[in-house]
């Protein structure tokens, strides 16, 4: 199954909203409100930003909100920020034959 | 608070297998809450999910790399293994271990290892 689809880039300057987008298919993103985000840091590994779709884990800060409509989710950075500057990646629950699938990632740069 | 440590070689020959451990404190891997997973970034790339498994023993596998990978579980060390045989330099990646939420998301992760396959 191929990976859910991002785009490559997107930039923003301080201040401003962005949002990524990640397309799947009726067999994961549209099929189950299981859509999780990612944020990277160069060298570092990945931290969960939004899960199940609009969900934010505690210490997060709700400058990131999740959502979703059809076959596509969407993370929504607010208020951006110099330390937003980072790798972004979607991920979704697949079913029971294939599980897990992994966006191609997003870069965001704050201009 | 959860941690996750992975160890084992970074350096691993062709068509050799690549084992790693991930050894989890402050948490016990047999809580029965999670699914304990396997993930790797190839240099400059995405993440992929490799699989996971919970602490019964049952493990999911990603389709394209099911017919070279096994993950078991150590609860007696709180521990859980990697092993993936055949590499070849299309495996060179860091490899992370993650704690999932059921099917679901990754809310803890290792640091990361880098393997490299090369002879």
């Known amino acids: 199954q191929s990976a859910l689809t991002q785009p490559a880039s997107v930039s923003g300057s301080p201040g401003q909203s962005i949002t990524i987008s990640c397309t799947g298919t009726?067999?994961?993103?549209?099929?189950?409100?299981?859509v999780s985000w990612y944020q990277q840091h160069p060298g570092k590994a990945p931290k969960l930003m939004i899960y199940e779709g609009y969900k934010r884990p505690s210490g997060v800060s709700n400058r990131f909100s999740g959502s979703k409509s059809g076959n596509t989710a969407s993370l929504t950075i607010s208020g951006l920020q110099a330390e937003d500057e980072a790798d972004y990646y979607c991920?979704?629950?697949?079913?029971?034959?294939?599980?897990?699938?992994f966006g191609g990632g997003t870069r965001l740069t704050v201009l | 608070q959860v941690q996750l440590q992975e160890s084992g070689p970074g350096l691993v020959k062709p068509s050799q297998t690549l084992s790693l451990t991930c050894t989890v404190s402050?948490?016990?891997?047999?809580?029965?809450?999670?699914?304990w997973s396997w993930i790797r970034q190839h240099p400059g790339k995405g993440l992929e999910w490799i699989g996971y498994?919970?602490?019964?023993?049952?493990?999911y596998y990603n389709p394209s790399l099911k017919s070279r990978v096994t993950i078991s579980v150590d609860t007696s060390n709180n521990q859980f293994s990697l092993k993936l045989n055949s590499v070849t330099a299309a495996d060179t990646a860091v490899y992370y271990c993650?704690?999932?939420?059921?099917?679901?998301?990754?809310?803890?992760w290792g640091q990361g290892t880098l393997v490299t396959v090369s002879s």
């Open positions: 498994i919970y602490y019964s023993g049952s493990t």
């Open positions: 402050g948490g016990s891997i047999s809580s029965g809450d999670y699914f």
């Open positions: 009726s067999s994961d993103v549209g099929s189950y409100n299981l």
């Open positions: 993650a704690r999932a939420s059921q099917h679901d998301y990754f809310d803890y």
């Open positions: 991920c979704s629950y697949a079913g029971s034959s294939t599980f897990v699938i």
